[in-house]
């Protein structure tokens, strides 16, 4: 049984941060690899906002750069969003993606980050 596990979403001010957690797990030793965030504002698609390999390379959205910073922590299988100069427009359901040894995609349940003017 896979699990992926998001937190850390809210409510805040424009301009104002917030940092996401991902956290991925398998059952009897499942590798699965917590590898990218995403978001979906209403009645858009899900697109992509962030992506890590495992050695830490990033990828980033041109919407995020310079203001999202993804990382991970291996030991904890976990990795992060840190959000800062949050804008209305970043108002959306993030979703963290991880991915099995055989490239299947799982998702986390999301978690709602709501930026106010």
């Known amino acids: 049984q896979v699990h992926v596990v998001e937190s850390g979403g809210g409510l805040v001010q424009a301009g104002g941060s917030l940092r996401l957690s991902c956290a991925a797990s398998?059952?009897?030793?499942?590798?699965?690899?917590?590898k990218a965030w995403y978001r979906q504002a209403p009645g858009k698609q899900r697109v992509l906002v962030a992506y890590?390999?495992?050695?830490?390379?990033?990828t980033y959205a041109d919407s995020v750069k310079g203001r999202f910073t993804i990382s991970r922590d291996n030991a904890k299988n976990t990795v992060y969003l840190q959000m800062n100069s949050l804008q209305p427009e970043d108002t959306a359901v993030y979703y963290c993606a991880a991915s099995d040894l055989s490239g299947i995609d799982y998702w986390g349940q999301g978690t709602q980050v709501t930026v106010s003017s």
């Open positions: 890590i390999t495992r050695r830490g390379t990033t």
């Open positions: 398998g059952s009897g030793g499942f590798s699965i690899n917590p």
